[in-house]
């Protein structure tokens, strides 16, 4: 008790907060009435000037619901106080997922702060997004705040961040349209849906959005406005714009990659090596100038180009040896020696930095080439499926695991396993399940192809003739013909503008079940409604030809698709087919190494016919 009084005296003193607070807690650990010494730190707090740092201190001491209560009245007064707020968003999110009403508090906190103070909306906005809370909890809390919150500009503008954060970018452009109007003060806001517009190709719309912004000072906005004036055709301004910020932040580094950045990719290459070579000149130990001088090495066409690459490899050797970039650039010379103890070294300076950037995946890829050559492919194997297991949506790892089984392993099951987790990486799309369903059958799992084709597909679908293509080899696949032909024939009711199309999937499918008498009438009621129909006529002029009848008109008909598309690598095969068939060898040898040379000509048909 006297204790208790002492602390709850020096509480009242400003100066002395932390050992009160010290003092506090002891007495709170060893069997004082709880309930009481609440009581008597809520009296202290709102007796005083009631500064952030004072309800800070009491709340650490009160039991969670009783600091939560005193946090969210302290805020209810000051909102704008960021300290108090960060301290409620901990909170809520210490609590999860046991208390999510925790969480509804810390968002209309959240909201209420940035009522108060909009130019500080980022700041707040950020305080919740970047406190490790999974994006659907998030969102599901958003959606369950009440009205007169969620309502608010402030509540909207958080649920597009968070879609935008969980990559539903849709839905995130549709909200956060209705956040920025002409005057909202909400920047954060404004930012996102630029850069939504911006990605969706709509560079004209993101202009307009930014405009209120262009004058503004914060460096992600001046690197979203440069994208902007090279988005919209103006590479030049982009470029002005840069250099004369750089004439007022002359050591911005940031500044001058992202200039060196629009020069390469307007084509000036060689403008954009000596951009990043002159400011070399005055920050020889900057790591990201060597790190973006050696990306364009490695991915551009130069003049010497390996004469530039090794001096740029002797400069980090010797301006910054023990950096990482100069580590992994000496490691990966060492990489093709046959010497074993320079192999030896190699591994040793590669297992070094790996650790130093677990999310830079080059000192792996460099790792992976090492075992490889050293006949140690198991290892390698193991070493991508690891770390594929703990990160199944890192995408990058993703690139380097598809690169690593294509190139090195050679394993086609694997490139196809590490396709399908990159895909699902995407946000939901019916581009995104039209690539998931091609893998799928690739991976001869047709249930799963058809479970992705029939959620688009009984919708309003951009691509019905793509998805009813997938479904039809996807049942065929499993030998149900009957439902096959029954979603075929709903799809031709369905889509009345795409029945021709459809019509042909019907006569593919019944050239699969062998009812040839059936997919020719189809095909040829399909050229009755529309004679130049490019892919009836190929189809029904290669049934045909490989049935050795109506060979003229099976001709013309190829001849007839070979001309609306000379590069289809299909239709010229079709040609070198009948020509055979004809007993034109010349003619046919010609079309069908002219196929074979052909973009998608490497086809077993097209070799098994030549």
Not at 447 to 461: D, F, G, M, R, W
């Amino acid at each position: 008790s006297v204790a208790q009084t002492i602390a709850i005296d020096q509480l009242k003193n400003t100066h002395a907060l932390s050992e009160a607070i010290d003092l506090l807690c002891h007495v709170a650990d060893y069997g004082t009435d709880r309930d009481h010494l609440a009581a008597q730190l809520r009296d202290v707090y709102f007796d005083s000037n009631r500064s952030a740092d004072l309800a800070l201190a009491i709340a650490a001491v009160l039991p969670t619901n009783a600091g939560r209560q005193l946090l969210r009245e302290h805020l209810a007064a000051r909102p704008a106080d960021s300290a108090v707020l960060q301290a409620l968003i901990d909170r809520s999110v210490s609590q999860l997922p046991s208390d999510p009403q925790m969480l509804a508090d810390a968002i209309r906190a959240t909201c209420q702060a940035i009522n108060e103070k909009p130019a500080a909306a980022d700041r707040y906005s950020a305080m919740l997004l970047n406190e490790g809370i999974e994006m659907s909890v998030l969102l599901d809390a958003l959606g369950h705040i009440d009205p007169q919150t969620s309502n608010q500009p402030a509540a909207q503008m958080l649920r597009g961040l968070a879609l935008a954060h969980a990559r539903k970018y849709d839905e995130a452009l549709t909200v956060l349209q209705r956040v920025v109007i002409d005057e909202s003060p909400l920047k954060p806001a404004r930012i996102m849906l630029a850069k939504l517009l911006l990605a969706k190709g709509r560079s004209q719309q993101a202009a307009k959005v930014f405009q209120p912004l262009e004058d503004d000072d914060d460096p992600r906005v001046l690197a979203l406005h440069v994208q902007i004036l090279n988005k919209t055709g103006q590479p030049r301004q982009a470029i002005y714009k840069i250099d004369s910020l750089l004439g007022k932040y002359p050591n911005n580094l940031p500044l001058v990659l992202d200039k060196a950045r629009l020069q390469e990719n307007s084509g000036a290459v060689e403008a954009a090596e000596q951009t990043l070579l002159d400011k070399l000149h005055t920050h020889p130990r900057s790591e990201k100038l060597y790190e973006r001088l050696f990306e364009i090495y490695e991915t551009r066409h130069l003049p010497n180009l390996e004469e530039r690459y090794t001096r740029l490899v002797e400069r980090t050797q010797y301006l910054i040896p023990n950096s990482w970039i100069a580590k992994l650039k000496r490691a990966q010379t060492m990489i093709y020696k046959n010497d074993p103890a320079v192999l030896a070294k190699a591994e040793s300076l590669l297992l070094e930095v790996m650790p130093q950037r677990p999310n830079d995946y080059r000192s792996l890829d460099a790792m992976l080439e090492l075992l490889w050559r050293t006949d140690r492919q198991a290892q390698a194997n193991q070493m991508i499926e690891q770390l594929i297991n703990q990160k199944p949506k890192e995408r990058q790892l993703l690139r380097l695991a598809i690169d690593h089984y294509n190139r090195r392993a050679q394993n086609r099951y694997q490139t196809m396993k590490a396709l399908t987790l990159l895909h699902q990486t995407d946000p939901p799309s019916e581009d995104r399940a039209i690539a998931l369903a091609m893998l799928h059958l690739r991976q001869n799992d047709p249930a799963k192809t058809i479970s992705e084709v029939l959620t688009y597909l009984n919708e309003k679908p951009k691509n019905p003739i793509t998805l009813i293509q997938l479904l039809r080899r996807a049942l065929t696949t499993m030998k149900d013909f009957e439902q096959a032909e029954r979603k075929i024939l709903w799809a031709i009711d369905k889509f009345k503008n795409h029945r021709l199309d459809l019509m042909l999937e019907l006569a593919m499918l019944y050239e699969q079940m062998e009812n040839h008498l059936q997919a020719e009438q189809v095909m040829i009621n399909i050229l009755q409604q529309d004679p130049d129909h490019i892919l009836t006529n190929n189809s029904l002029g290669y049934i045909w030809a490989n049935r050795g009848v109506n060979l003229v008109d099976s001709k013309a008909m190829i001849e007839k698709a070979l001309a609306s598309d000379p590069q289809s690598a299909a239709f010229r095969d079709s040609l070198g087919w009948v020509y055979y068939k004809l007993g034109q060898f010349k003619q046919a040898e010609r079309e069908l190494k002219l196929a074979s040379n052909t973009e998608g000509g490497s086809n077993a048909i097209i070799f098994d016919h030549l």
